[in-house]
């Protein structure tokens, strides 16, 4: 399951999961808000330190702001 396809469709993904574990389908909705739409830069004190930390390993990717 990937985040991304979950927020996009999430019916579909939830019917998937349903199929994956042997249940019967049940239209289900989600019961979860984002929180905050604050940027990462904004929500984390020390974002650019992180930032700078992070470069040229594989979790530059989270520091896309």
């Known amino acids: 399951m990937v985040y991304e396809d979950l ?3 999430y019916e579909s993904e939830m019917k998937r999961v349903q ?3 042997e249940l ?3 239209a289900l ?3 979860t808000l984002k929180q905050s739409s604050l940027s990462l830069s904004e929500s984390i004190s020390n974002y650019f330190e992180l930032k700078e930390k992070f ?3 594989h979790w530059e990717s989270f ?3």
Do not use: G
């Open 63 to 65: 520091f896309e702001d």
């Open 7 to 9: 927020s996009q469709d």
């Open 29 to 31: 909705k989600p019961n």
């Open 24 to 26: 019967d389908h049940e």
């Open 55 to 57: 470069e040229n390993i």
């Open 19 to 21: 199929e994956f574990l």
